[in-house]
């Protein structure tokens, strides 16, 4: 079954602290892979996306995230975190041309200033 | 630009009643997706629309259907609520095969 796991789901850090947040999906053949964002008291929004071409994707607000077939990954990166990064992040798949996204449980991150 | 919007915010019905949730997607995208997520959970998906044909829909049991309008506008159904239906009710609109855009929500509690 296609599904998509999000390893952690609360993760709290300092400011100016590393952070990745793990993603691994099942699904067979193509996948498009995303990072949504959704900060308090509001809607989602795409952090990055990747659908093809160089598997380390740099998206909005200083946001990475590596593709990495073999290991049916997509893990989140940011070298150094702010007070105004803390949110909760769902990593999301869909294939080929379907267009329904599978997301992951979503992991909550709080950033102390 | 306006992106997507939703309506009502929030809506309180009683079990056995049926409700009506409404989006109006981002000017010139063809494609409407509604997905359901419950506390604590990422989004489900529910249906997706595009050019009023029904593309997709997820494991969600009949009481839930949808449409979509001539100005791709959409409407998503539900019959005879069950506690179990409470949850944020997103609706996304994209261009085909293109990424999705997240409305707001709508809050549905059912009592």
């Known amino acids: 079954a296609q599904s998509v796991s999000q390893h952690n789901h609360h993760v709290i850090l300092s400011e100016a602290a590393s952070l990745e947040l793990g993603c691994n999906y099942s699904?067979?053949?193509?996948?498009?892979l995303f990072w949504y964002v959704q900060y308090p008291g509001q809607h989602l929004q795409l952090l990055l996306k990747?659908?093809?071409?160089?598997?380390l994707v740099k998206g909005i607000k200083g946001f990475e995230a590596e593709f990495i077939k073999s290991k049916f990954s997509f893990n989140l990166r940011k070298p150094s975190v702010q007070w105004s990064d803390t949110a909760e992040y769902f990593c999301?798949?869909?294939?080929?041309?379907?267009?329904?996204?599978?997301f992951g449980k979503g992991t909550k991150l709080s950033v102390k200033p | 630009d306006a992106g997507v919007t939703q309506s009502p915010t929030h809506l309180i019905k009683t079990r056995g009643q049926h409700v009506t949730l409404r989006c109006s997607p981002i000017?010139?995208?063809?494609?409407v997706s509604w997905y359901q997520q419950v506390l604590g959970q990422g989004p489900q998906f529910i249906f997706q629309?595009?050019?009023?044909?029904?593309?997709g829909r997820g494991n969600f049991p009949d009481r839930f259907s949808a449409r979509q309008f001539p100005n791709y506008s959409s409407e998503l159904n539900v019959n005879a609520l069950l506690l179990g239906d409470s949850a944020l009710y997103l609706c996304?609109?994209?261009?085909?095969?293109?990424?999705?855009?997240f409305g707001p929500g709508t809050r549905l509690t059912v009592t």
């Open positions: 699904y067979g053949g193509t996948v498009n």
């Open positions: 000017s010139g995208h063809k494609s």
């Open positions: 990747y659908f093809s071409g160089d598997p």
């Open positions: 999301a798949v869909s294939g080929g041309s379907q267009g329904n996204l599978i």
């Open positions: 996304a609109s994209s261009l085909i095969g293109d990424e999705q855009y």
């Open positions: 629309y595009y050019e009023k044909e029904e593309r």
